[in-house]
């Protein structure tokens, strides 16, 4: 009965001391805002390429389908930078590399829009993807190593909210300078307005070319855009790190932060193999409609205006914030399984839908649009929160969800290029086919755990048994246990 009480006590004074005060409370916000910032930031960078496709491909003299190996660049940088994360958080100071890496990520956005070499624009975003994949693994991990993995779980897909921010604001921010740049690129593209699906929410735009009177791209400023804004987030990182951000709020929050031991390897093997394959097919679904929305609704017999293919695009991270926002609420009161599995369902039923009606009825690839990007915004977080039921992901294995989505996007969103120049509305099949497999590899993700769960109680009874078993001799030698 005393040591119960002892226990309880215990407990109230870890609370107690586990509980911010007001300048605890400043420091947590001032971190959250600043990866808050640089996810919007983040976001920016994986979503300016879509809208800006067309251009990019003109830009290099190419098609739309040998352009999209940018993306395979993107993601191979994304899959490094994810695996050195461990590494360089164990070393260095988290807020100074995540100041340098925005200044880095920064640069390569601004550079972009001015490369008329292929393999050129694609080592810059191979070199954009790097950084990227190391802030988007690094800040992930701090939120589950501070926060722990039941208490992170709202915060995580907040985290994965704001990204959809920076998306969201991209193809807005590419508008006023994509005007004139559908008709040259599209592959057979006839006149859009012979077409019964076309529809128009602007007025026809005079004859401008795509360069100002200086020869320079108008697409130039809305990557400088991108590029000053995540400029302006390195040097917020940067004041962090001089504020020792992260050591006061670590110091004040010792009793939450993660510390289970990493399982080994062996035991996980099976599940992270898995799991990478559920990411691969999670975000190569996901990224394909976001960079092929624009291009797709342009092209295909949809034939819609460049102004409406922006609006679809920014409609797309619209639904998809929602969905992140949602997510917020929805993962802290509810398993994330149950979540996932709601999700698979809204992405397949939306996705046969538009692939059955999309092509001839703009309508419902407008709902669609939203409506499969609602349901997609959680499944990323909701397995990052589903995961990290089963092992300590804030560690040396937080790579395993950066490798799963780069290598998803490296593979599949160059065979979408591919696919797009022979047929571009033939891309969502590509994406119900990515939803499909998603689901059955959730399926079997769910098989392993238990399987791992099981493995670990058998393990757990065999060791008390052995402990109890040893007390039991040492009681007969007339030993006392210490």
């Known amino acids: 009965m005393s040591q119960e009480t002892d226990l309880n006590k215990e407990v109230d004074l870890r609370k107690e001391t586990t509980k911010p005060d007001t300048k605890d409370r400043v420091w947590v916000a001032l971190l959250l805002f600043g990866i808050s910032l640089a996810r919007i ?22 098609s739309v389908g040998t352009v999209s190996w940018l993306f395979s660049g993107r993601s191979l940088g994304v899959l490094a930078g994810g695996i050195v994360t461990g590494l360089i958080m164990r070393r260095l100071n988290n807020m100074y590399t995540f100041g340098i890496a925005s200044f880095i990520l920064g640069g ?52 994965h909210f704001m990204i959809a921010v920076g998306a969201f604001l991209a193809p807005l921010i590419a508008q006023p300078f994509l005007r004139q740049d559908a008709e040259d690129v599209c592959p057979a593209n006839d006149d859009p307005s012979q077409n019964d699906n076309y529809t128009s929410t602007t007025s026809p735009v005079d004859s401008q070319t795509t360069s100002t009177a200086s020869g320079v791209n108008p697409i130039v400023w809305a990557y400088l855009i991108c590029g000053g804004f995540l400029f302006v987030v390195g040097f917020y990182f940067l004041m962090l790190g001089f504020l020792e951000t992260e050591k006061k709020i670590r110091a004040g929050r ?24 559920y990411y691969f097919f999670c975000v190569a679904g996901e990224t394909a409609y976001n960079s092929y929305i624009y291009s797709v609704s342009i092209c295909s017999d949809l ?46 039923v939306s996705m046969i839908i538009v692939c059955i009606f999309g092509e001839s009825n703009a309508a419902v690839t407008w709902a669609i649009t939203f409506f499969y990007s609602f349901f997609q915004a959680t499944v990323y977080p909701g397995g ?95 030993l006392t246990a210490m």
């Open 41 to 62: 930031g983040n976001g920016l960078f994986i979503s300016i390429h879509g809208p800006t496709l067309l251009t990019l491909a003109d830009n290099v003299g190419t």
């Open 108 to 159: 390569a956005i601004t550079a972009t829009p001015w490369i008329t070499d292929l393999w050129l624009l694609v080592v810059v975003v191979l070199f954009g993807g790097i950084v990227f994949g190391y802030l988007d693994a690094g800040m992930q991990a701090l939120i589950l190593q501070i926060w722990g993995e039941k208490d992170s779980r709202g915060l995580i897909s907040g985290y």
């Open 254 to 277: 010792s009793e939450i932060i993660e510390s289970r031991g990493e399982d080994s390897v062996k035991t996980v093997l099976l599940l992270f193999a898995l799991v990478c394959v």
């Open 303 to 348: 034939r819609f205006s460049v102004s409406d293919g922006t609006l679809i695009n920014a409609l797309f991270w619209i639904g998809f914030g929602s969905g992140r926002l949602a997510g917020v609420v929805i993962l802290k009161y509810f398993k994330p399984t149950h979540v996932i599995i709601v999700d698979f369902i809204g992405i397949t």
């Open 384 to 478: 990052v929160s589903w995961t990290s039921q089963y092992t300590n992901m804030s560690g040396n294995y937080i790579f395993i969800f950066s490798a799963g989505q780069a290598l998803g996007t490296m593979v599949l969103l160059p065979v979408g290029g591919i696919i797009f120049d022979v047929d571009p509305f033939s891309v969502m099949y590509l994406i119900l086919g990515c939803s499909v497999l998603n689901a059955a590899v959730f399926g079997l993700m769910a098989l392993e755990a238990r399987r791992i769960v099981k493995k670990k109680k058998k393990l757990q009874a065999s060791m008390e048994k052995t402990g109890q078993n040893n007390e039991a001799e040492m009681r007969e030698s007339g």
